[in-house]
């Protein structure tokens, strides 16, 4: 069965789950936050939990995979400039329980996962417009500096630590973004 979450089509046990694990979110810690935990408030067992994520940390990152895809395929956005307006202002409205995500920590943090995330969201776009070449090694150097950017810049920003606007936030991260790539779009 398929549910509607943030306007894209979702598999209904892993809307229940990742509610489940958004709920917990706002009442601890990420860290102390257990898959048993979750599958309690769910009402489903682990086995059930596992044929769907991996993990916590799984769970917590498909939470901004849905918020990237589904602001990535709106038909109003037009450049990564709008991807990023649209990436903001979902942050404002829907990410609360996802801000205390933030704490994670090490190689599973979600920061590095925005980023490796994007990186790699950022490079199909670009494999679209160039009949399947990806970077080239200067954009990737380029592009591992700039995602990792981000991913430290939107932590901030979501804690109140960067006082700009979706828009103006999403202008200033658009005119870093390296220019051999900035104006790909599908």
């Known amino acids: ?5 943030l306007g894209k089509n979702i598999d209904k046990t892993k809307f229940v789950i990742v509610g489940a694990f958004n709920e917990l979110v706002m009442k601890k810690d990420f860290e102390k936050i ?18 769907h994520f991996h993990d ?51 190689y599973n943090s979600f920061r590095h996962f925005i980023a490796t995330y994007s990186y790699d969201y950022a490079e199909n776009i670009v494999k679209l417009n160039r009949n399947g070449e990806g970077y080239t090694e200067e954009e990737k150097l380029q592009c591992i ?9 939107y932590e901030r920003w979501t804690y109140g630590q960067i006082n700009l606007t979706p828009k103006e936030a999403a202008k200033a991260l658009f005119e870093m973004m390296p220019s051999t790539i900035r104006d790909y779009w599908k």
């Not at 069965?1 to 979450?5: A, E, G, K, N, S």
């Not at 257990?34 to 044929?51: H, M, P, Q």
């Not at 916590?56 to 450049?79: A, C, E, F, P, W």
């Open 1 to 5: 069965m398929q549910t509607l979450y």
């Open 34 to 51: 257990s898959v048993k935990d979750i599958c309690e408030l769910s009402g489903i067992s682990k086995a059930t939990f596992y044929r």
């Open 56 to 106: 916590k940390y799984d769970v917590m990152n498909y939470n901004y995979k849905i918020l990237l895809d589904y602001s990535g395929s709106l038909d109003s956005v037009q450049s990564f400039e709008d991807l990023y307006y649209q990436l903001f202002s979902g942050a404002k409205e829907h990410w609360g329980p996802i801000k205390r995500t933030f704490k994670s920590t090490g």
């Open 145 to 153: 500096v700039y995602v990792y950017g981000i991913a430290e810049m």
